[in-house]
């Protein structure tokens, strides 16, 4: 099932949330969410329930063990144990192909590849089990005694599938103790409305634009068609992203959960550590909390922890070397800016900061998006201008230019919208001491989020597949 879809806005989240407060004790309404939860998981992949089943059961166990036997090796055993049931489970099921594939290709053998579907949200809830797992054993966190309030954590609908990745901690308190006021049902709805509108109006209309140009073979699209499209494609990532965080962020709160911003709009960022301070932020912690600062073979080495944090960061991504290179490839501007130092940038003007970072993230995306390796080198022929010498191609074009004059006012509202304008606006009259102005900042939010919802319903009607991005990873 998928957020942006008629039969989950007008149907399924109705009938969750009138049963949801329906229902008078906090047990039941936690019964509640799990059984729509595992509705909602199973409606296209009944099958694959039971490995997320599996996963709740086996992770609350090794809490149970790890408190059972702490202090003691028997817990560093439990926890040993956890990690790595959870991450042979993700390398059969989400790398287990890529591997035999390059094995293949550099032994010469023919051992048979694995057709194994992708399990959806499989990254992200391994990652909130491991999480988990970890803080358990760090007493960052009481393990869980009930297994229906694990599961209920580790399954619930908002954020199961594609994010952000949510700590234990996080919702450690309200999975016994949260109350819903109207206005947590009204800020809530409002916020999912805002992502529907980012996914359905913005991105699918951004994504028009990247598959005309790189949907097929990119030998040939001039130098500044091959700009056009990654700086589309970069946006449409953000908005589709960005996107489903609202709407997970939106739901958790029109259920009494408050989870944490997973983009604060990393675009306005000045270098490429600001970005990831911004772009997908329940990655970044986690790789900053559970590798970053643990000590390898028992000393903390700082450069090698670097590499595998921005390696991990790529393979998560996807079982495909273009992932790999991806996150290498921020992992080195991390290292530049790190071995240049705060004052030596800060010394920079504040455009050429800009300039720098956007062209980093750009050409990032263009990595991100190439899986094929061909297509990705022949992306850097075109974007650097060989192309030109290389084999003719032009330095712009006919469909370009059409194409950007058919889709100005998309691409100049996505990049307003990207950046901390409205924001801004929404503080500036929602914050109000003023209670005029108080009042037409509220009005006015709620009637533009109506008409949105109306805007994209009636653009969800003859929709047929908006499958957010991340579901992929």
């Known amino acids: 099932m998928v957020f942006a879809d008629l039969f989950f806005i007008y149907f399924f989240l109705p009938i969750c949330l009138l049963c949801y407060m329906l229902a008078k004790k906090l047990e039941t309404k936690n019964t509640v969410l799990i059984i729509f939860s595992l509705i909602f998981y199973a409606w296209g992949e009944p099958l694959w329930i039971l490995l997320l089943l599996f996963s709740s059961v086996f992770n609350w166990f090794i809490g149970l063990m790890i408190e059972k036997y702490r202090e003691t090796s028997s817990a560093k055993l439990a926890v040993a144990a956890g990690i790595s049931i959870d991450i042979l489970l993700l390398i059969i099921f989400k790398y287990s ?26 990254s992200f809830y391994t990652f909130q089990a491991i999480s988990y797992v970890l803080d358990c054993y760090w007493e960052t966190v009481k393990v869980q005694h009930q297994y229906k309030k694990f599961l209920l954590y580790l399954s619930l609908f908002p954020q199961l599938i594609a994010g952000p990745i949510v700590r234990y901690s996080v919702v450690e308190d309200e999975i016994d103790n949260r109350s819903i006021t109207m206005n947590d049902l009204c800020e809530g709805a409002l916020r999912v409305i805002v992502g529907l509108a980012k996914k359905v109006i913005v991105a699918n209309n951004l994504w028009v634009i990247v598959d005309a140009f790189f949907g097929k073979d990119i030998t ?53 550590a600001e970005f990831w301070q911004r772009w997908h932020i329940s990655l970044g912690s986690f790789f900053r909390d559970y590798l970053l600062y643990v000590p390898i073979f028992g000393k903390n080495r700082k450069y090698l922890s670097l590499f595998l944090v921005w390696f991990c960061t790529g393979v998560w991504h996807g079982a495909a070397w273009n992932f790999i290179l991806w996150g290498l490839y921020f992992g080195f501007f991390i290292f530049f800016e790190q071995k240049l130092g705060k004052k030596r940038i800060k ?95 509220r009005i006015g939010s709620v009637t533009i989020c109506i008409g949105l919802l109306i805007v994209l319903s009636i653009m969800l009607v003859d929709a047929t597949n908006n499958v957010f991005l991340y579901w992929r990873f």
């Open 220 to 272: 040939g699209l001039s130098v500044l068609g091959t700009w056009y499209t990654v700086i589309a494609y970069s946006l449409y990532v953000y908005f589709d992203f960005s996107g489903y965080s609202d709407i997970a962020i939106g739901l958790g709160r029109m259920f009494g959960f408050h989870f944490d911003e997973n983009f604060t709009h990393p675009f306005a960022c000045k270098t490429i």
């Open 347 to 441: 010394k920079w003007p504040i455009w050429w900061k800009h300039i720098y970072s956007k062209l980093v993230i750009i050409i990032g995306f263009g990595i991100f998006y190439f899986e094929d390796l061909s297509q990705l080198g022949q992306f850097f022929v075109n974007i650097s201008g060989i192309s030109m010498i290389a084999n003719g191609a032009p330095f712009t074009d006919p469909m370009t230019f059409s194409s950007f004059r058919n889709n100005l006012f998309l691409i100049a509202a996505a990049i307003i919208a990207s950046l901390p304008v409205l924001p801004k606006l929404k503080s500036y009259f929602l914050e109000s001491r003023n209670d005029a102005v108080y009042a037409v900042g």
């Open 97 to 122: 192909a890529f591997i035999v594939e390059n094995i293949n290709a550099v032994s010469g053998a023919s051992i048979p590849v694995p057709q194994i579907t992708l399990p959806i949200g499989i």
